[in-house]
């Protein structure tokens, strides 16, 4: 299969980045069984080999959704009802791995009508609520990042081979560990077209004036792990370049405050940057 490598070396710093992502207090829930559907043809054929229908018409599964050294790169995939074709959203679990909370919310961007593709970059493994398993487990994909783009670049390879998606209109969402990972789809140009980061890390000594994606990014004032002053200077870096970029910062809240099922979950702060990050999606990829 014919790759473009879009990196030669990884600097250090970005490695440690990645890897203290989302070192705060584990999330309450792990993740539950789901149901293995394979998609056929160049249809995902939700709801016909298997995979849970939801109340709203979202088909929901897991999917083999590509390979890496012959081990297929196993996800959760949510589909609106209807033929499409549809935006379509490659998610990125936190540091825990892909969990409860990650498939709830590729459900609730399927139901806003993206086909959302919840990748695995653990490939099968999962932190639970360990923090010392979490850390191990981040720790790999940080010395192991080709591996890492290349299980994103299959993750995206499958979504334009359907027909139900809008090849066209693709866009990346990550939340702490994946929030920095959705940033590194957009600065290595991983074939996207909008980028949303919870609370991700970057670098703003970063060349960026090639990047194709447009960003939202939603942090919070209270997060020790990435200060406010280091994201002040990341919206004014965005601003100088092309595109409609968008950088909020929440007032008292801290690291991880979308996720319910975290202690410092913040409703109103969270409630906000969902509608903003819908309205951003409205204008990028529909």
């Known amino acids: ?17 990645l890897l203290v992502s989302c070192a705060v207090k584990p999330p309450q829930k792990q993740a539950g069984p789901i149901t293995l559907f394979e998609p056929e043809g160049t249809g995902f054929v939700l709801g016909e080999t298997g995979a849970v229908i939801e109340g709203s018409g979202v088909a929901t599964g897991e999917v083999a959704y590509g390979t890496l050294d012959g081990k297929p790169l196993k996800g959760y995939l949510a589909v ?100 920095g990972w959705s940033y590194q789809m957009a600065k290595n140009d991983l074939g996207i077209r909008a980028t949303v980061m919870y609370y991700g890390r970057f670098n703003t000594d970063d060349d960026l004036t090639h990047m194709k994606s447009q960003i939202i990014g939603h942090f919070g004032e209270k997060d020790t ?43 109103a702060a969270a409630d906000v940057a969902w509608d903003r990050t819908k309205e951003f999606l409205e204008k990028t990829l529909k």
């Open 1 to 17: 299969m014919y790759r473009i490598c879009f990196m030669k070396r990884v600097p250090l710093l970005l490695s440690v980045f």
């Open 80 to 179: 609106p009802p209807g033929e499409g074709p549809f935006p379509a959203l490659v998610l990125i679990h936190e540091w825990w791995g892909l969990n409860d909370n990650i498939m709830a919310n590729a459900q609730a961007f399927a139901r806003e009508g993206y086909i959302a593709l919840a990748v695995d970059l653990y490939e099968g493994e999962s932190a639970g609520t360990d923090q010392t398993k979490a850390r191990e487990l981040a720790g790999r994909v940080s010395e192991n990042m080709e591996r890492a783009f290349d299980n994103l670049r299959e993750a995206v390879a499958f979504l334009r081979s359907d027909q139900k998606v809008d090849k066209n209109a693709l866009g990346s969402v990550g939340w702490c560990f994946g929030g």
């Open 225 to 267: 792990g990435i200060l406010v002053d280091t994201v002040r200077e990341f919206r004014i870096k965005l601003q100088g370049l092309s595109g409609a970029h968008e950088i909020y910062i929440y007032p008292n809240a801290g690291y991880g405050f979308a996720n319910n099922d975290n202690p410092a979950f913040d409703p």
